[in-house]
């Protein structure tokens, strides 16, 4: 399955959430994460997201889709997070 | 045309882009529009964006799918962003 995740955090949840995705995902932007994954990841991601994030006050936005060829991806401005390799 | 919007921008251009982008798209998340939109209109949106962003810096990553359908949205945490009826 392929997946965009994009999170609203709180600054102070945002490293850990940030970390924790990019275990899972590719990072493209800022808070948006893409990539394949199997259900049985997703599950595991999603539950410890859950244990990071205020539900009341942050957000997670997923976006599932069975086959990636279905989006057509397009970048405009800066194409890379150049925090990329600090990390 | 279904398409996902997420920018990233600094923060004092995040304003116009945020009223620039309601007016072509529905504001789901802090920086993430979805919507149907024309490929006239959307060529529109991105002339527009392109006149407020500062391209060394920013950036807009469109997703675009041809139907909605084949896109499932899951939220987790606060549903929508407060400040929807305020702006």
Redesign the interface.
């Known amino acids: 399955m392929y997946v ?1 995740l ?1 999170y ?1 955090m709180e600054q102070k949840r945002v490293g850990k959430m940030l970390k924790l995705c990019r275990k899972y995902l590719n990072w ?5 994460f893409e990539g394949e994954i199997t259900e049985v990841k997703l599950k595991e991601l ?1 539950a410890l ?2 244990g990071i ?14 086959q990636e060829k ?10 890379k ?1 150049e925090l990329d390799n600090l990390i």
């Open positions: 965009i994009v609203d493209i932007q800022n808070s948006v999603l997201a859950g994030m205020d539900k009341q006050k942050d957000s997670i936005i997923l976006f599932k889709s069975r279905w989006l057509d991806k397009q970048v405009i401005g800066r194409e997070n």
